[in-house]
């Protein structure tokens, strides 16, 4: 089992970055392939993006490619996601989850683990 922290979001502008952070407990964080989902208020939870038990492959949301990346330092049990030029349509709660099957996945059933989340604000 592994318990998920996320920490980094915060209210910016337009335009502005971030980047969360995803701490995981446990001995087997590199065993987990890692994604970011994010949930806006009134609408359903998205995905965001994913990264591999290595971090040598990534998928994104198209909405978000070219802005967000994903990466991950198992050596520290933590997955990052920066957010850069970002738009008030940004939004949203934004989750990390863990696939202990280790697939890179869009599909939010196949993660076992979910952190509380962190609220990211950006206004116009």
């Known amino acids: 089992q592994v318990q998920l922290v996320e920490s980094g979001g915060g209210l910016v502008q337009a335009g502005d970055s971030l980047r969360l952070s995803c701490a995981a407990s446990?001995?087997?964080?590199?065993?987990?392939?890692m994604g970011w989902f994010r949930q806006a208020p009134g609408k359903e939870r998205e995905f965001a993006a994913a990264i591999s038990r290595s971090g040598g492959y990534t998928a994104y949301a198209d909405s978000m490619k070219g802005r967000f990346t994903v990466s991950r330092d198992n050596a520290k049990n933590t997955v990052y996601l920066q957010m850069n030029s970002l738009k008030p349509e940004d939004t949203a709660v934004y989750y990390c989850?863990?696939?202990?099957?280790?697939?890179?996945?869009?599909?939010?059933?196949?993660?076992?683990?979910w952190g509380q989340g962190t609220q990211v604000t950006v206004s116009s």
């Open positions: 989850a863990a696939d202990p099957d280790g697939l890179v996945t869009m599909r939010a059933e196949r993660y076992d683990y």
């Open positions: 446990g001995r087997t964080f590199s065993s987990y392939a």
